[in-house]
């Protein structure tokens, strides 16, 4: 199993372009995340999904979207990119409450976005 | 609201030491307690959890972490530091099975030969 993936691992762009992030996991997960890391404080979470079709804001969801159209993946969009998104963004999942082990979140190598 | 607490954001030890990192968290109800290891350029792997029943909790690598509800703390130890512990070690609590998880905000350890 290759676990939790994220593409790309690395991008560059200018203030105002527009990228997406793509998570996948083989895992069979039901819960899918995704967190930004910045210095200091620790991942913050911006937006999560309990399911196929359904997703949530966490902490940080300005500026963000994300589409959880099939299980198995959870995109993270920037429609207009900003200096302050340059940050190293992470995806997790988890299983879903009361299906045997509780709520582990396994995370991706993650990707790191600088916004010129 | 949940928050974490990591006392400490740089901490050193010499190889073979002990390794002590704390972490404060407030809950108004009974908390999931998870700690993190994160290595340069990787994603984090979890190193342990308390959810409920015993309240020192045994991880990966010797780690091992006491859930102390009296002082809110829950700090993470190993008794021998190895040359491979270097890294950051996160601290997160969550409310209760599969809910979000709120982070601390990180302590990387250097560890001296």
């Known amino acids: 199993n290759a676990g939790v993936t994220q593409t790309p691992k690395f991008r560059v762009l200018k203030t105002g372009q527009s990228m997406t992030l793509l998570c996948a996991q083989d895992?069979?997960?039901?819960?899918m995340y995704w967190y930004r890391q910045d210095p200091g404080m620790g991942l913050r979470l911006i937006h999560y999904s309990v399911g196929e079709g359904t997703t949530a804001k966490g902490e940080v969801p300005d500026g963000y979207n994300v589409s959880r159209l099939k299980k198995q993946n959870f995109l993270l969009g920037l429609e207009s990119a900003a200096p302050s998104q340059t940050s190293v963004y992470f995806c997790?999942?988890?299983?879903?409450?009361?299906?045997?082990?509780?709520?582990?979140?396994?995370f991706g190598p993650g990707t790191r976005l600088t916004v010129l | 609201a949940q928050s974490v607490t990591q006392l400490g954001s740089h901490v050193s030890v010499s190889e073979g030491a002990l390794v002590l990192l704390r972490c404060n968290y407030s809950?108004?109800?009974?908390?999931?307690l998870f700690w993190y290891v994160q290595y340069p350029n990787q994603g984090l792997q979890l190193l342990l959890k308390?959810?409920?029943?015993?309240?020192l909790v045994k991880g990966i690598n010797g780690f091992e972490a006491e859930f102390k509800k009296s002082e809110t703390s829950f700090h993470l130890t190993k008794p021998s530091a190895h040359m491979s512990d270097a890294a950051e070690y996160f601290c997160a609590v969550s409310k209760a099975a599969g809910n979000k998880l709120t982070f601390g905000g990180g302590t990387r350890v250097l560890v001296k030969p």
């Open positions: 895992m069979n997960h039901e819960y």
């Open positions: 809950s108004s109800v009974p908390p999931y």
């Open positions: 997790a999942s988890s299983r879903a409450p009361g299906t045997g082990s509780t709520d582990t979140q396994y």
């Open positions: 308390y959810t409920t029943g015993a309240t």
